[in-house]
């Protein structure tokens, strides 16, 4: 319950992410931090890495390339979460 979906919030109540990856032969790495409304960060890190010439994207950068590249967003905090947040 300390991240992803259900995650416990930060102070302002919101559940935001980080996730990196990197390809050792090729020296290749992606990332993003506090990406919010998204469940797979690992994988938005992934397409940072395979379509842009970018290594990290931060807050609403990463949720606007996260939207371009498809991915879904949803509420990730959860009414267990929210009450342990309180």
């Known amino acids: 319950q300390s991240v992803g979906l259900g995650g416990l919030p930060n102070e302002e109540g919101v559940v935001q992410l980080d996730a ?5 032969p090729t020296k290749r790495a992606g990332a993003v931090a ?5 469940a797979t960060p690992s994988l ?3 397409a940072v890495m395979d379509h842009t010439d970018h290594v990290l994207l931060v807050g ?3 949720l606007r390339f996260a939207r371009r590249m498809g991915f879904v ?6 009414e267990r979460s929210r009450e342990a947040w309180l």
Do not use: P, Y
């Open 60 to 62: 609403d950068d990463a």
């Open 34 to 38: 506090c990406l919010e409304r998204i």
């Open 44 to 46: 938005v890190a992934r």
């Open 20 to 24: 990196s990856c990197m390809h050792g």
């Open 73 to 78: 967003e949803q509420e990730l905090l959860t």
